[in-house]
T-cell receptor, first 112, second 115 residues
Framework: AQKITQTQPGMFVQEKEAVTLDCTYDTSDPSYGLFWYKQPSSGEMIFLIYQGSYDQQNATEGRYSLNFQKARKSANLVISASQLGDSAMYFCAMRFYDKVIFGPGTSLSVIP | DAGVIQSPRHEVTEMGQEVTLRCKPISGHNSLFWYRQTMMRGLELLIYFNNNVPIDDSGMPEDRFSAKMPNASFSTLKIQPSEPRDSAVYFC?????????????FGPGTRLTVT
């Protein structure tokens, strides 16, 4: 069965430090996309970064990078130089042709 | 672009009433998704359209829920009759389906409260 696990319900990080949010997944389908979304307390869902299952290089978008280890089935999000505005829920998601699955999320709090 | 537009933003209704949520996807996007988010169950995919055709509706909770996409620029999610356990935030999202994994852009959500 296809499943996403985010083992860190809540995390704290000092401002300006880097933080890694874990995401592991389970699928036997070779073709999929992996995504990270941010949901601040205001409630909107914001797309952050995407990695295709056949992509050889790890995706990067500004301060966000995705550490993709296909053999280990992990797609961790790395946020460099954390800012107070990074405090939010972060969701890992996996998309196939006919299905989208979201993980339970990790709550990140950035401490000044 | 205006982004994904949802209406209403908030809806309060009494149990047994019909509720209709509306969504306008981003122009040019050909995939549309309806999600429900609750504290207990997290973010759940209810139904997914591709080129106005439902691809996966296995997440629709029961027959009280129905969704339509009559054209590329409009979709509705209807609950009839509504129940208190339907209280949640309902998100609509759209994406451009070129391959199987286009990123989705979410609307602001509709917060539904059924009393």
């Amino acid at each position: 069965a296809q499943k996403i696990t985010q083992t860190q319900p809540g995390m704290f990080v000092q401002e300006k430090e880097a933080v890694t949010l874990d995401c592991t997944y389970d699928t036997s389908d070779p073709s999929y996309g992996l995504f990270w979304y941010k949901q601040p307390s205001s409630g909107e869902m914001i797309f952050l970064i995407y990695q295709g299952s056949y992509d050889q290089q790890n995706a990067t978008e500004g301060r966000y990078s995705l550490n993709f280890q296909k053999a280990r089935k992990s797609a961790n999000l790395v946020i460099s130089a954390s800012q107070l505005g990074d405090s939010a829920m972060y969701f890992c998601a996996m998309r196939f042709y006919d299905k989208v699955i979201f993980g339970p999320g990790t709550s990140l709090s950035v401490i000044p | 672009d205006a982004g994904v537009i949802q209406s209403p933003r908030h809806e309060v209704t009494e149990m047994g009433q019909e509720v209709t949520l509306r969504c306008k996807p981003i122009s040019g996007h050909n995939s549309l998704f309806w999600y429900r988010q609750t504290m207990m169950r997290g973010l759940e995919l209810l139904i997914y359209f591709n080129n106005n055709v439902p691809i996966d509706d296995s997440g629709m909770p029961e027959d009280r829920f129905s969704a339509k996409m009559p054209n590329a620029s409009f979709s509705t999610l209807k609950i009839q009759p509504s129940e208190p356990r339907d209280s949640a935030v309902y998100f609509c999202a759209s994406s451009l389906w070129v391959s199987a994994w286009g990123e989705q852009y979410f609307g602001p959500g509709t917060r539904l409260t059924v009393t």
